[in-house]
């Protein structure tokens, strides 16, 4: 079957680092998305990572290694607007998302 | 970037009544949209993939005849739930897909709250 687990929740103190992992199995991969999602509101497109490697936008980074099935957002200088879910999901061989459940992201001052 | 318009944005409803929300992509022609449901605090559960001109493709355990897709155009598709009851009640949230792009970004829509009394 089909499986990405990130931990359920996290908690993080305002101005410093975090590194939310995902980790995937699959029927295929065509890429590894990361979205941010706020409580009451629709997910946004933080990234996209379909090659092993880092990319970096902004305070945001994502990290793939396909041999591993694993990836990570970090996400530096933290801000209180952070405080989010952050959800992984992998695009398998149908190019159908396959979802994370989720991280609860809690920023404190 | 891509723009999803969803309407309407929060509904409340009598249980046994019908609700349809509509799902729009903007700027871009959407050659599949989807439909998810998503339950406090739990992820985002795919119902549904559209494609323009074509019967929706549902997931194992959505009922097509309770959650009624269509794709008509390219930048429009509807959900309606038929005969809500109170455990249909759920935040529905819609994607669309530019096949154009790079990668095959799902753009979302603001997803539409639906409470059934």
């Known amino acids: 079957g089909q499986n990405i687990d990130q931990p359920t929740e996290m908690t993080a103190t305002e101005g410093a680092i975090v590194q939310i992992n995902c980790t995937y199995q699959t029927s295929g991969f065509n890429g590894l998305f990361w979205y941010q999602q706020h409580a009451g509101e629709a997910p946004t497109f933080l990234s996209y990572?379909?090659l092993d490697g880092l990319e970096e936008k902004g305070r945001f980074s994502s990290f793939l290694s396909r041999s591993k099935g694993y990836s990570y957002l970090l996400l530096k200088e933290l801000q209180m607007k952070d405080s989010a879910s952050y959800l992984c999901a992998v695009l398998d061989s149908n190019y159908q998302l396959i979802w994370g459940a989720g991280t609860k992201l809690i920023i404190k001052p | 970037g891509a723009v999803v318009s969803q309407h309407p944005s929060w509904v409340i409803c009598k249980s046994g009544t019908s609700v349809k929300i509509e799902c729009r992509s903007l700027d871009f022609q959407a050659t599949t949209m989807f439909w998810y449901r998503q339950f406090p605090k739990q992820s985002l559960m795919l119902m549904a993939t559209?494609?323009?001109?074509?019967?929706?493709?549902?997931e194992q355990g959505v009922e097509k005849d309770k959650f009624l897709i269509n794709h008509a155009s390219l930048t429009l598709s509807t959900l309606t739930v038929t005969s809500a009851h109170p455990e249909d009640s759920s935040f529905y949230i819609c994607?669309?897909?530019?096949?154009?792009?790079?990668?095959?970004?799902?753009?979302f829509g603001p997803g539409t709250r639906l409470t059934v009394l």
């Open positions: 990572n379909v």
């Open positions: 994607s669309a897909r530019d096949g154009r792009g790079d990668y095959n970004e799902q753009f």
């Open positions: 559209s494609n323009e001109g074509s019967k929706a493709t549902y």
